[in-house]
């Protein structure tokens, strides 16, 4: 579904990311891992239109992709869930679904509110919530919000910019549940994780990124064995 080729991003003479190689299949997970300022989130900035490409080529669908502006990216079908969740924090739950939905889907009100109810059925707790602030939801809450309004427009193709973060370990249980079940929907995923115990669970093939280069890749089962991820990624 995305194929990704001598991938080079560059912030000035910043150079993020060296030329990588990375695949993500259809109906799959993959996922990224690797330290603070491996070139995790760049990778996904690149993906969607977000990010200086200096080098290399990002495929969807066999369709050249990196050249193209980041709307146009968006309606092919890809939604980038970003690092930090990036919610309107004193708009209600209702409301960031809705600004979401006119940002993805375009100005048809009853297909934007039809969306609003078809993700209040897939995450309750957001009907619940409805007209809650959301920035007064917990940290848990928040990333369903956010990866509610990325769904809005039904994307084919997911990328999820570490959802874990700064959320307790129970919690983190109930994303990885989430993130399964989008899979299991048939959405292909790609989720960065600086919690690779967690990543590697859910990954069909996994990615270690180290200073802006693919290091090591495999299945995530194979990588959760493999003595050097299990060395600087599992704590031994
Ligand atoms: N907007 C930016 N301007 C300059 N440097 C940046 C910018 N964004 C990221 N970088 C640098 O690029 C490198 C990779 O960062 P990033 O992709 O955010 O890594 P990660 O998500 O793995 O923590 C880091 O050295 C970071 O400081
Ligand atoms: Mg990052």
């Known amino acids: 579904m995305?194929?990704?080729?001598?991938l080079k991003v560059a912030y000035g003479h910043i150079q993020a990311l060296h030329g990588i190689d990375l695949d993500a299949?259809?109906?799959?997970?993959t996922a990224i891992i690797g330290s603070n300022g491996a070139g995790k989130t760049?990778?996904?900035m690149a993906i969607s239109g977000l990010a200086p490409i200096t080098g290399g080529e990002i495929k969807f669908e066999g369709q050249t992709i990196s050249a193209i502006p980041a709307h146009a990216i968006t309606r092919l079908g890809i939604t980038h869930i970003l690092e930090g969740r990036q919610l309107f924090a004193d708009q209600s739950v209702e409301d960031?679904?809705?600004?979401?939905?006119y940002s993805r889907i375009g100005k048809d009100k009853a297909a934007v509110m039809a969306a609003v109810e078809r993700?209040?059925?897939r995450f309750p707790i957001l009907r619940q919530r409805r007209k809650q602030q959301a920035g007064t939801l917990s940290g848990g809450e928040q990333q369903m919000l956010a990866m509610s309004r990325g769904l809005m427009s039904e994307p084919k193709f997911l990328l999820m910019d570490e959802p874990?973060?700064?959320l307790a370990p129970l919690i983190v249980q109930e994303i990885a549940r989430t993130?399964?079940?989008?899979?299991?929907?048939?959405?292909?995923?790609?989720?960065v994780e600086q919690m690779a115990a967690v990543a590697l669970g859910l990954a069909d093939r996994a990615y270690v990124l180290e200073s802006g280069k693919v290091t090591i890749t495999g299945t995530g089962a194979e990588l959760a064995r493999d003595p050097e991820v299990k060395r600087a990624y599992l704590g031994g």
């Not at 960031?96 to 939905?101: A, E, F, H, K, V």
């Not at 993130?179 to 989720?191: C, E, N, T, V, Y």
């Open 2 to 6: 995305l194929q990704i080729r001598g």
């Open 25 to 29: 299949k259809a109906g799959e997970i």
């Open 42 to 44: 760049s990778t996904l």
């Open 96 to 101: 960031n679904l809705i600004l979401g939905g």
């Open 119 to 121: 993700e209040m059925d």
């Open 164 to 166: 874990s973060m700064g």
């Open 179 to 191: 993130i399964r079940m989008l899979k299991d929907s048939g959405r292909a995923i790609l989720l």
